[in-house]
């Protein structure tokens, strides 16, 4: 059981908009700690998609978006593509160790 | 342009050891801290251990605590993962990950392409 949870798969068709949650707990999201988010396509190392909880690196599409609000954060992705499909990870700490979210699969139909 | 180019995985039998290597290009090494995340194929993303960016201060995942030493030399902008008491299921693809910034609390904006670790008798 992970410290921060997500759900296995979700899934939209193209131009669709989908949320992924990302839930813990007061010591790591609910606490001073930020929530990255990164994306793992097939094959490939994750890449950097949000960090600090809201903000996208240079590059990253202002389709996703992210926020954080007490024990959770949630990732969004308006305007759905194809090539959107992958694995999306949140991660952020508790008592300065550093944890992932399970994985999320998202499914462009 | 920014790379990191992880080596030294292969086959290491239980109890055994092994020496990871993550070679930085490109960047300021001494300026960022360093993780290392590992991957079971088709599974989620584990994190195991975390430097700063002076190398005084480390962090361990309790699966590895005890057993993993992670270190760096910023003469040779190099990050290393000594790896002992080897288990089974230390079985994984290893990646490198530099931070945006001193301290692991930061993003981790570039990886390497990871290199894999297998323990088996």
């Known amino acids: ?12 068709a193209p131009g669709q908009t989908i949320t992924i949650a990302c839930t813990g707990s007061r010591s790591n999201i609910g606490s001073v700690y930020d929530v990255h988010w990164y994306r793992q396509l097939p094959g490939s190392a994750p890449k950097l998609l949000i960090y600090g909880n809201t903000d996208r690196p ?15 954060a949630s990732l969004t992705i308006t305007g759905l593509q194809a090539d959107d499909e992958a ?15 399970g994985g999320t699969k998202l499914t462009v139909l | 342009e920014v790379q990191l ?26 300026n960022f801290a360093m993780t290392w995340v590992r991957q079971v194929p088709g599974k989620g993303l584990e994190w195991v251990s975390s430097i700063s960016s002076s190398g005084t201060t480390t962090y361990y ?33 290893y990646y490198c990950a530099k931070h945006q910034e001193i301290l692991h609390y930061y993003a981790m904006d570039v990886w390497g392409q990871g290199t894999t670790v297998t323990v088996s008798s």
């Open chain 1, 58 to 72: 240079s590059g990253v599409p202002d389709r996703f978006s992210a926020s954080k609000s007490g024990t959770s």
């Open chain 2, 61 to 93: 995942a309790d699966s590895v605590k005890g057993r993993f030493t992670i270190s760096r030399d910023n003469s040779r902008n190099t990050l290393y993962l000594q790896m002992n008491s080897l288990r089974v299921e230390d079985t994984a693809l």
């Open chain 1, 87 to 101: 694995v999306y990870f949140c991660q952020s700490y508790d008592t300065s160790l550093m944890f992932f979210g």
């Open chain 2, 5 to 30: 180019l992880e080596s030294g995985g292969g086959l290491g039998q239980p109890g055994g050891s092994l020496r990871l290597s993550c070679e930085l290009s490109g960047f300021t090494f001494n």
């Open chain 1, 1 to 12: 059981q992970s410290v921060l949870t997500q759900p296995p798969s979700v899934s939209g």
